[in-house]
């Protein structure tokens, strides 16, 4: 006869690693990873869990569970009291110091709750009441982001029980790490796009004034003077820089895949003059030669006349 119960054991550890491992895979965003890791040690691991996220120097609770209902109602709280600073002698203060699991074996509520001084966290506590607790540092990258508080009302915590803890800490610390980044660049797109929206108002605000009133003077004035010609440029130009302003939400919605062509038959030979003549005033303060040359008969093509200028 063999005893194969450490090894079904193994398995039974590792297979739930590998699907807590999907389900954090899938999750988008720290708020849904968090809620997933705090529901993953209830039943496998502990009857109660706590993922607080480091911030300022102090914990903020970020997600909790309970097998208890009643119970978990009550944690619940917890994360609306915000950040707050644990007494010297409480685990968490612990493993800011060490980086390393802090174990409760008996009498976990009395010692925890007399380290603390949050009162939505020790009311908490107090109707959990566990007899053994499990503290566990999310390290990422280096840097501790957070601590898993595990749980349970009796039996303590084996040698097994931490080993399994510390590997789901370990997945848990790397998935939230990600999540935190995929945030800020959710942030920096949000921000990116805010300013596009800003700076193109403002801009456009100039430009429609310049567009009007060259076309204003357009009307009172010969179109075959040199004047004139050199208003209608600066109208041509005017409306260039208007799509050039548009173009600054162009990369929204190309990030959305909402960006729209409108495509027509053009004559290439119309694009070309339209831009030599918006680029001769430059050409001729700097005195280059600037020389374009067209077949004739060109066939049109199928483009958008903005973008393609």
């Given at each position: 006869l063999r005893d194969v119960s450490v090894r079904k054991k193994f398995e039974q550890h590792q297979a739930f690693l590998a699907a807590a491992g999907e389900k954090l895979a899938a999750s988008f965003g720290s708020g849904e990873?968090?809620?997933?890791?705090?529901?993953?040690?209830v039943s496998a691991l502990a009857d109660g869990c706590i993922?607080?996220?480091?911030?300022?120097?102090?914990?903020?609770?970020?997600?909790?569970?309970?097998?208890?209902?009643?119970?978990?109602?009550a944690l619940r709280r917890i994360p609306a009291a915000g950040v707050?600073?644990?007494?010297?002698?409480?685990?968490?203060?612990?493993?800011?110091?060490?980086?390393?699991?802090?174990?409760l074996q008996t009498d976990a509520a009395a010692r925890i709750i007399e380290a603390s001084a949050n009162p939505s966290y020790i009311a908490g506590l107090k109707m959990m009441n566990p007899e053994t607790a499990l503290f566990l540092p999310l390290i990422a990258r280096g840097h501790l982001i957070g601590v898993l508080s595990l749980f349970r009302d009796s039996r303590g915590f084996d040698g097994d029980d931490i080993?399994?803890?510390?590997?789901?800490?370990?997945?848990?610390?790397?998935?939230?790490?990600?999540?935190?980044?995929?945030d800020t660049v959710r942030a920096s797109l949000?921000?990116?796009?805010?300013?596009?929206?800003?700076v193109s108002h403002d801009l456009r605000n100039p430009v429609a004034a310049v567009k009007m009133l060259s076309r204003a003077v357009l009307s009172e004035m010969d179109g075959g003077t040199g004047q004139a010609q050199n208003i209608l440029l600066i109208a041509k130009a005017a409306?260039?820089?208007d799509g050039l302003i548009r173009d600054l939400l162009v990369v929204s919605r190309l990030d959305a895949g909402k960006l729209t062509i409108h495509q027509e038959p053009t004559?290439?030979?119309?694009?070309?003059?339209?831009?030599?003549?918006?680029?001769?005033?430059?050409?001729?303060?700097?005195?280059?030669?600037?020389?374009?040359?067209?077949?004739?008969?060109?066939?049109?093509?199928?483009?958008?006349?903005e973008r393609i200028q």
């Open positions: 990873v968090l809620e997933n890791v705090a529901d993953l040690p993922l607080e996220s480091r911030i300022d120097e102090g914990y903020k609770a970020g997600a909790v569970a309970h097998s208890d209902p009643a119970i978990e109602e707050r600073h644990p007494l010297p002698a409480h685990p968490l203060s612990e493993i800011v110091r060490t980086r390393a699991s802090v174990t080993a399994f803890a510390e590997d789901l800490a370990r997945l848990a610390a790397l998935a939230l790490d990600n999540s935190l980044l995929l949000r921000s990116r796009e805010e300013m596009a929206g800003v409306e260039q820089m004559d290439p030979s119309s694009l070309l003059t339209g831009s030599l003549q918006t680029l001769l005033p430059l050409v001729e303060e700097k005195a280059i030669k600037l020389d374009m040359q067209l077949e004739i008969g060109l066939p049109k093509v199928l483009a958008d006349r």
